[in-house]
Nanobody
Framework: QVQLVESGGGLVQAGDSLRLTCVAS????????MAWFRRAPGRKREFVAAITLMTDSDSWYGDSKKGRFTISTNNAKNTAYLQINNLQRDDSAVYYC???????????????WGQGTQVTVSS
């Protein structure tokens, strides 16, 4: 079955940068849209960014995410990335990678999910 495995999270200080990685297996990478969501304690899961390779590598970002967050892929490695710069305490959350057939900000449009990677930002 399809498997998505995230890595790259950890404990960082405010102002640091991180690159999260999502490796996909058993799926035709180029036919999917890849997305990142996050869930902070006590909050609903939130859309962060998504990218599709099916139409000129279009990418979308959640509110207030463009600028510090950058989503990208390496098709040869079936891997999606989320670069986060100038991390803030509010960025502390579990970050999830997801794969779906369409480019969407809605989690219900993504049928495959990873287990998540924890990002904790200290001040």
């Amino acid at each position: 079955q399809v498997q998505l495995v995230e890595s790259g999270g950890g404990l960082v200080q405010a102002g640091d940068s991180l690159r999260l990685t999502c490796v996909a297996s058993r799926l035709t990478f180029e036919t999917y849209s890849m997305a990142w969501f996050r869930r902070a304690p006590g909050r609903k899961r939130e859309f962060v960014a998504a990218i599709t390779l099916m139409t000129d590598s279009d990418s979308w970002y959640g509110d207030s995410k463009k600028g510090r967050f950058t989503i990208s892929t390496n098709n040869a490695k079936n891997t999606a990335y989320l670069q986060i710069n100038n991390l803030q305490r509010d960025d502390s959350a579990v970050y999830y990678c997801a794969a779906g057939r369409i480019l969407s900000i809605l989690e219900e449009n993504y049928e495959h999910w990873g287990q998540g990677t924890q990002v904790t930002v200290s001040s």
